[in-house]
């Protein structure tokens, strides 16, 4: 038996940082399995990968084509003699999944947005409210955030005065995309005089945070910390997108204030709170200056 999986995985500008850390996180798990793991991401300028001492495939993309991308996936299965794929992306859809079965591939896949019914075992470990659960249960077979893959420890909850805050804004590190929350958490922490760590993994990220903000000398501009899969548990408060530091948080202990800042984050407030997450912006409250304000100071003074 050939003990090889192909993992293909969104990485690219725009993307999102939580597809790459989950896949990580499997990649290394599967390695422990004895099972060989090659990672199939795009190829082009701006995605570095340097870093990543693993497995690499990469494909050509101009721009992403289902029925193109799945020839790729055929010939990589070939070239590896492996029948199993892994699949990471918010691009994919059923015909996707159905190329690569008619080729005698076994196809396995995150499903977020519970749309991909033609899998052979999809997960999807979104929040969700029990009758929305029963609905998905049918087409995706691992349903709920006991499935979230990672390798975060759970660590309890402390309550503690907020001395330590952490903002990121997602894969791409656009801040723009979330401009007033931002700008709040940075009015309001230096009115309080609390430093806050800016994570900022390019150059671009940087520039855009430098557009909304005013950077003090108390706080700290950092890129991806490499390797660190407990980096949530050293902060009171972790500010960003809704994406994979959500659920990382909560379970190393620490507060979330999250939101959406693309299309494909559909989780609400009301599904979080299954998680015991209250503090999360629903994209409809994204304009509303004074509720963003008022949940920050009360995730700081109240926490």
């Known amino acids: 038996m050939n003990k090889t999986i192909l993992l293909r995985c969104d990485y690219f500008n ?33 995605v570095e990968t340097r870093n990543l001492d693993i497995n690499i495939e990469k494909v050509k993309i101009v721009k992403f084509n289902e029925e193109k991308d799945a020839k790729e996936i055929v010939f990589l299965a070939k070239k590896y003699k492996t029948n199993i794929v892994f699949g990471d992306s918010y691009r ?43 609905k998905r249960i049918k087409i995706n077979n691992l349903v ?12 309890s909850y402390k309550k503690r005065q907020v001395k330590h805050i952490i903002a990121h804004a997602g894969g791409n590190g656009d801040y723009s995309n979330a401009e007033n929350i931002y700008k709040a958490l940075n009015i309001i922490t230096q009115k309080l005089s609390i430093s806050v760590d800016w994570v900022c993994t390019n150059e671009y990220s940087l520039k855009s945070l ?68 209250a503090l999360h912006i629903n994209k409809s409250e994204l ?13 700081i003074k109240k926490k």
């Not at 709920?144 to 660590?155: A, H, N, R, V």
């Not at 304009?287 to 995730?299: D, F, P, R, Y």
Request: with cysteine.
């Open 144 to 155: 709920g955030p006991e499935f979230f893959i990672t390798e975060s420890k759970k660590l």
């Open 92 to 134: 994919i859809s059923n015909y996707w999944v159905n190329l690569l079965k008619k080729s005698g591939l076994k196809v396995i896949c995150i499903d977020e947005l519970g749309v991909l019914d033609k899998t052979d075992l999809s997960i999807n470990y979104t929040p969700l409210k029990n009758s929305e659960i029963e």
């Open 210 to 277: 430098k557009k909304i903000i005013q950077i003090t000398s108390k706080d700290r501009i950092l890129d991806w910390v490499k390797g660190n899969n407990s980096i949530w548990s050293f902060y009171d408060i972790v500010v960003g997108p809704s994406s994979t530091s959500v659920y990382e948080s909560i379970m190393q202990g620490t507060l979330p204030i999250s939101f959406p800042i693309n299309k494909n984050q559909l989780t609400d407030r009301e599904d979080w709170l299954t998680l015991g997450h």
């Open 14 to 46: 725009g993307s999102g940082a939580g597809h790459i850390r989950r896949i990580l996180t499997l990649y290394y798990g599967l390695i422990k399995k004895g099972i060989k793991p090659i990672l199939v991401l795009d190829d082009f300028d701006g």
């Open 287 to 299: 304009e509303n200056i004074s509720l963003i304000n008022e949940l920050i100071e009360i995730a």
